[in-house]
T-cell receptor
Framework: NAGVTQTPKFRILKIGQSMTLQCAQD?????MYWYRQDPGMGLKLIYY???????DKGEVPNGYNVSRSTTEDFPLRLELAAPSQTSVYFC?????????????FGPGTRLTVT | KNEVEQSPQNLTAQEGEFITINCSYS?????LHWLQQHPGGGIVSLFM???GKKKHGRLIATINIQEKHSSLHITASHPRDSAVYIC?????????FGEGTQLTVNP
């Protein structure tokens, strides 16, 4: 199993550009998550999904959009990129949402907006 | 004040030393996770615990629910243990993460 995969690994965007960060998992997990990690800060939840066709906002959703058309894929869309969105983005998935379920993380996408 | 606080923020040790990283939280939780993030950026789960103590190789994690405190211990530390260690608490349906502890083990 590849686990959780993310593309691209690195990206530089100009202010105002848009892009989609891709995330896929092959573990048949219902739950998927997008986090951002800023220097010296804990990971913050952007959006999450409990299954295909169902998404919900996390702590820091502004400036982002997501979709979940299949169980496997959970892309994160940045519209009108801003310098404040410079961060490392992690996608994760889990079989369930309870305390006994481990989250599996992708390798991350390092995004710079200039 | 963050809901999850880790200490220390940075820790440098010599190979072979016993290491302790602490995590305190202020919310009710159903479980606590310890994660490891290597310099390449990947995050892996080390432990998930809701009471008592767990051991895996040279790593030991403990939790005191009454005191809202957890510790991660590394015995006989090695340079390959150098990484960021992250505490995360499971409260409701979400995880809340600490800021991480940067550990450097020198040979």
């Amino acid at each position: 199993n590849a686990g959780v995969t993310q593309t691209p690994k690195f990206r530089i965007l100009k202010i105002g550009q848009s892009m989609t960060l891709q995330c896929a998992q092959d573990m048949n997990h219902n739950y998927m998550y997008w986090y951002r990690q800023d220097p010296g800060m804990g990971l913050k939840l952007i959006y999450y999904s409990v299954g295909a066709g169902i998404t919900d906002k996390g702590e820091v959703p502004n400036g982002y959009n997501v979709s979940r058309s299949t169980t496997e894929d959970f892309p994160l869309r940045l519209e009108l990129a801003a310098p404040s969105q410079t961060s490392v983005y992690f996608c994760a998935s889990s079989h369930g949402t309870g305390a006994s379920y481990e989250q599996y993380f992708g390798p991350g996408t390092r995004l710079t907006v200039t | 004040k963050n809901e999850v606080e880790q200490s220390p923020q940075n820790l440098t040790a010599q190979e072979g030393e016993f290491i302790t990283i602490n995590c305190s939280y202020s919310v009710g939780i159903s479980a606590l996770h310890w994660l490891q993030q290597h310099p390449g950026g990947g995050i892996v789960s080390l432990f998930m615990l809701s009471s008592g103590k767990k051991k895996h190789g040279r790593l030991i994690a403990t939790i005191n629910i009454q005191e809202k405190h957890s510790s991660l211990h590394i015995t006989a530390s090695h340079p390959r243990d150098s990484a960021v260690y992250i505490c995360a608490v499971h409260s409701g349906s979400r995880l809340t993460f600490g800021e991480g502890t940067q550990l450097t083990v020198n040979p």
